[in-house]
């Protein structure tokens, strides 16, 4: 089953997904798809690690989340944006290659029995983007939100670190 969890950059995304797995498991994993690209997003992972309790396993997987062991598992997966990211530069900013690679993903995982806390960004509702790149990246992360939002059972926005619950 999936949760779609969005909203802006420090929204409280993050924190809420992950107190809602712990509200269903003991032992739930956290699956990150960010790769590490500079000194300060490394701080940031640090102190993430060192929030986390004991009660968390982590993972580290930029594209094939699916494929990790976690099939019946309550599970953390943040997020969907640097997700789309590793897609998008392995196909060279082939938004259709993306989407269907992101869409493959979910999909095997919503075949799962496990529960998904999918955890996004609505990087739209910030300014207009000044490139191509940066157009092409805000439609693939829309189309990318509105799948998975639709395959959902629930969805939230996160607002000031409150859930609005847009799909329940
Ligand atoms: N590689 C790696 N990345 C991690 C780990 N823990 C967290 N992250 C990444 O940290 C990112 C989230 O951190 P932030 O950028 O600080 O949070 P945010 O999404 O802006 O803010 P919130 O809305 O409050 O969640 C996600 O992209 C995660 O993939 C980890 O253990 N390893």
Redesign the pocket.
């Known amino acids: 089953m999936i949760y779609f969890i969005t909203?802006g950059?420090?929204?409280?995304?993050?924190?809420y997904a992950q107190k809602e797995a712990l509200s269903l498991s003991d032992n739930p994993v956290y699956v990150?798809?960010?790769n590490?690209m500079d000194a300060e997003f490394e701080q940031?992972?640090t102190r993430?690690?060192a929030d986390r309790d004991e009660r968390w396993t982590?993972l580290?997987e930029p594209m094939h989340v699916s494929k990790l062991p976690i099939a019946d598992r309550v599970v953390v997966v943040?997020?969907v944006t640097?997700w789309l990211t590793n897609f998008f530069l392995k196909y060279e900013q082939d938004i259709h290659a993306s989407l269907d690679a992101l869409k493959k993903e979910i999909d095997e995982l919503d075949n799962h029995p496990g529960t998904f806390f999918i955890v996004s960004n609505e990087i739209g509702m910030g300014l207009h983007a000044d490139t191509e790149m940066g157009r092409k990246f805000v439609d693939l992360q829309g189309w990318a939100n509105q799948y998975i939002a639709a395959k959902a059972k629930k969805a939230v926005f996160?607002v000031a670190g409150i859930p609005v619950f847009v799909k329940s």
Request: charged content about 25%; aromatic content about 0%; proline content about 0%.
């Open positions: 909203g950059a420090r929204s409280g995304k993050s924190s990150a798809t960010a590490v940031r992972v993430h690690k982590a580290e943040d997020c640097l996160m």
